[in-house]
């Protein structure tokens, strides 16, 4: 296993169509994250898995934005009637998981393009 | 929440130092990491420190936590233009937030 892998690398859409990331972990890491990025800023957390259990959720992921993990592997990332402002680049990332050191280790992203 | 903030660009000439600085609120981290993205890639973990150490040295970056003034910072010696790209300080709670990252440039 060669580290986290995200399809597809880019993505163009239109405004109002639907899109679906998906996610390969490390294969011994049971954590899983989505992160937004933006020009210029930083990762912006989105939600996480411990295994299939989505715990956390960020307020910035509005109900158009869901994701999954159903078998504690791969995990997809969907937005539902794309808008503008979705333009950003989803990162995604993997980590052991065990107590105190949750480094993590990242994919090199979908590039989504709002058009 | 968590609040991290650094600096914006530092730029350096080949050879030279670079020191990156960051602040953070939290506390109760027990580790804080350093990433770095060059152009168009995800993030790589370079190093972390342990929240109960002062200084972590690994080739040629060394890392200074300040604890007390939540103070983290990440030096590159002999810095290369390999080096250049922007560089996260990263607190974990549960999740992990990221400061809004430094640019460094390094002029040949």
């Known amino acids: 296993d060669t580290g986290v892998s995200q399809d597809p690398r880019h993505k163009i859409t239109k405004r109002g169509q639907n899109v679906t990331f998906r996610c390969d972990p490390i294969s011994e890491h049971n954590r899983l994250y989505w992160y937004r990025q933006t020009l210029g800023q930083g990762p912006e957390f989105l939600t996480y898995f411990q295994n299939e259990a989505q715990l956390e959720k960020s307020r910035l992921l509005s109900d158009r934005f869901s994701a999954e993990r159903p078998k504690g592997s791969f995990s997809t990332l969907e937005i539902q009637r794309t808008e503008q402002g979705d333009s950003a680049m989803y990162l995604c990332a993997s980590s052991p998981g065990t107590s105190g050191r949750i480094e993590q280790y990242f994919g090199p992203g979908t590039r989504l393009t709002v058009t | 929440g968590e609040d991290v903030e650094q600096s914006l660009f530092l730029s350096v000439r080949e050879g030279d130092s670079s020191v990156i600085n960051c602040t953070y609120t939290?506390?109760?981290?027990?580790?804080l990491y350093w990433y770095k993205q060059e152009p168009g890639a995800g993030l790589q973990l370079l190093t972390y420190?342990?929240?109960?150490?002062d200084m972590k040295q690994d080739q040629r970056l060394t890392v200074l936590l300040n604890k007390k003034d939540k103070h983290l910072s990440l030096r590159i010696a002999d810095t290369q233009t390999g080096d250049s790209a922007i560089y996260f300080c990263a607190v974990p709670d549960q999740k992990v937030t990221f400061g809004i990252g430094t640019k460094l440039q390094v002029i040949p």
């Open positions: 939290d506390s109760s981290s027990t580790y």
């Open positions: 420190i342990f929240s109960n150490m």
